[in-house]
C-alpha cells in the first residue's frame, strides 16, 4: 500500500543514505520525457525535509537542465535492491544551479564536487510516496563505474568549456543555460 507524505522523515533519510543508485524523471509539454539513473557516492543530499539536491556531471546531454527550466516538475526515485524492498519516490519542482550562479558557492560546499561536475539540481519536495517494492529484484552493488570521471579527468578543461557551451538546447530543442567552468573536481 503506497504511502504519501508532506515531506521527508527521518526514515525516509536514512533509507535514501543507504541507496547507491536513484533515478530522475522529467517532461515538458511536447517532449519526450527523460528517465536518468544517476549514482556515485556522495552525489546526494538531503537539505531539509523539503529540500534535496544532487551533483550532475556533463554527459550525453542536459535534459534534465532544460525539462526544469521549462516546467520545473521533476520525480526521484530510489529502490531497495536487498531484502528491506521499498520504493520511495519524491515529487518536486526543481531547478539548475550552474557555478556561475550566485548561490553556487554555498551549495557546493555541501558536496565533494566530481571531475566534470556541470550543475548542482535542487528540488523543493512537494510529496514523498513509498511503496512496498516487492517486484523489484535483489542485486548486489559490486562497484562504481569510474568512466565518466576517469573521462572528464582526462578533459582539456578549455576544450570541455567550449563543448558544454555549444550545448544549449535539449533533444527536443528546449534551451539550456551553459556552465561556464570546468570543475576538476
Known amino acids: 500500500m503506497a504511502e504519501f507524505t508532506d515531506t521527508l522523515t527521518e526514515k ?35 537539505l531539509s525535509d523539503t529540500q534535496v539536491a544532487y551533483l550532475d556531471l556533463g554527459g550525453s546531454g542536459n535534459e534534465t537542465h532544460a525539462h526544469l527550466a521549462a516546467d520545473g516538475r521533476i520525480t526521484l526515485m530510489f529502490c531497495a535492491f536487498d531484502r528491506s524492498a521499498l520504493i520511495l519516490r519524491i515529487y518536486g519542482r526543481g531547478r539548475p544551479v550552474l557555478p556561475q550562479d550566485g548561490e553556487w558557492d554555498a551549495l557546493a560546499s555541501q558536496f565533494t564536487l566530481l571531475p566534470g561536475t556541470r550543475q548542482i539540481f535542487v528540488i523543493d519536495v512537494d510529496s ?19 568512466t565518466l570521471r576517469k573521462y572528464h579527468r582526462q578533459a582539456d578543461p578549455e576544450q570541455w568549456v567550449a ?4 550545448r544549449t538546447a535539449s533533444i527536443d530543442g528546449l534551451p539550456t543555460r551553459a556552465t561556464d567552468r570546468f570543475i576538476a573536481g
Open 12 to 46: 525516509h533519510i536514512a533509507f535514501i543514505e543507504r541507496q547507491p543508485v536513484f533515478f530522475t524523471a522529467t517532461a515538458a509539454a511536447g517532449g519526450r520525457i527523460n528517465l536518468s539513473p544517476k549514482g556515485y557516492a556522495d552525489s546526494f543530499r538531503v
Open 128 to 146: 514523498v510516496q513509498t511503496s512496498c517494492g516487492w517486484g523489484v529484484p535483489m542485486m548486489e552493488l559490486q562497484t562504481e563505474r569510474d
Open 163 to 166: 563543448k558544454a557551451g555549444g
